[in-house]
């Protein structure tokens, strides 16, 4: 005879190996490569030049405060173009894109950002000769963002 704490705990056991079951791998990093593949064209992408500073645990995924920065003079004949981060986890890998030309000063971008989980966060640098820089961070998050697909 099923009771009512048969169900309960039958449930509660479902809903558990519902919590546990491993996320589909590569889903999510298949848009990562595919969106920093648009970005470059297929150029090669350099370590260096490049500073992300971002926490190394996010308390909240919700709202985490990014900066990138990129060592450039910003003259007229070498400059940085655009500043882009991007996501391994997040339901769209590119998170932001900010244009700049050599009248914006300093090569250097401040926002908050939203993260799916912990993962390692990517800043690209693409130069006014056509070179692209990065750097990257891995980042614990402890409280998730974007779990709705958003």
């Given at each position: 005879m099923t009771t009512r704490r048969h169900l309960?705990?039958?449930?509660g056991a479902g809903l558990v190996s519902l919590a546990i079951a491993p996320l589909p791998v590569g889903a999510?990093?298949?848009?990562?490569d595919e969106?920093?593949?648009s970005l470059t064209n297929g150029a090669e992408?350099?370590?260096g030049r490049v500073t992300l500073t971002i926490p190394g645990i996010a308390?909240?995924?919700?709202s985490v405060y990014t900066t990138v920065a990129v060592d450039s003079p910003m003259t007229e004949a070498d400059h940085v173009r655009a500043i882009h981060i991007l996501?391994?986890?997040?339901p769209i890998a590119l998170i932001s894109s900010f244009h700049l030309g050599p009248r914006a000063g300093r090569p250097k971008v401040s926002t908050s950002i939203r993260l799916a989980g912990s993962q390692v966060v990517a800043a690209?640098?693409?130069m006014s000769d056509g070179s692209f820089w990065k750097d990257s961070k891995k980042v614990i998050v402890t409280i998730a963002a974007c779990i709705d697909g958003g």
């Open positions: 309960l705990i039958g449930g999510t990093e298949v848009l990562f969106a920093l593949q992408v350099k370590a308390e909240n995924g919700l996501s391994p986890r997040n690209v640098a693409e």
